[in-house]
């Protein structure tokens, strides 16, 4: 048990844990740079490799009790991490969005949704994530209500773009 405790030790003073590299498989993996993401619970890790030598991020956050999504049918399934992220990044596309604001988004929906008792319609979590996007970029704001409301012409379009205008949100 001491051997272990020491070795334990001595690779917190190398800065040196037991990540895996995700490219060669390597078991040990050096930390160079730790970030927390702003006021969510999400530790950004910048790793390389003493083996291959490569870089990569790794991000750690506290894994909370399950909340289940009820959908606009009725139907339920369990909140997606990444399916979330997956349509921001796909409003964010080609725009000068980062992925570090990105995560910040999901980490800080996540946070808020420990607030809630085990369920959320997806209205309510649609509207939690263009609350940020409008923030963030008026275009992927944009983009992400006209797959939330199902726009089909570009009537929706400027609708939107008028009412954002009228409220002097500034495009």
């Known amino acids: 048990m001491t051997k272990l405790y020491i070795v334990f030790k001595l690779n917190l003073a190398l800065n040196i844990d037991s990540m895996q590299c995700p ?3 390597n078991r040990t993996t050096k930390v160079l740079e730790t970030r927390h993401i702003d006021s969510s619970f999400v530790i950004k890790r ?4 003493p083996r291959c030598k490569k870089r990569f991020t790794t991000y750690e ?3 909370a009790s399950p909340i289940v999504v009820i959908k606009r049918d009725g139907s339920r399934e369990p909140f997606d991490r990444e399916k979330l ?3 921001i990044i796909e409003a964010c596309s080609k ?9 910040k ?3 800080d929906i996540e946070k808020d949704l420990q607030s809630y008792i085990m369920e959320i319609s997806s209205k309510e979590l649609g509207e939690m994530v263009l609350k940020r996007l409008k923030k963030l970029d008026k275009i992927a704001y944009i983009r992400f209500l006209s797959i939330y ?3 089909d012409s ?5 609708k939107v773009i008028k009412k954002m205008k009228r409220s002097k949100v500034g495009i």
Do not use: M
């Open 23 to 25: 490219f060669c498989g």
């Open 46 to 49: 910048k790793r390389t490799c």
């Open 61 to 63: 956050r506290i894994e």
């Open 85 to 87: 992220k997956r349509g």
């Open 95 to 103: 725009r000068p969005v980062s992925l570090d604001e990105i995560e």
């Open 105 to 107: 988004i999901v980490a």
């Open 149 to 151: 409301q199902n726009f």
């Open 154 to 158: 570009i009537e929706d379009f400027i």
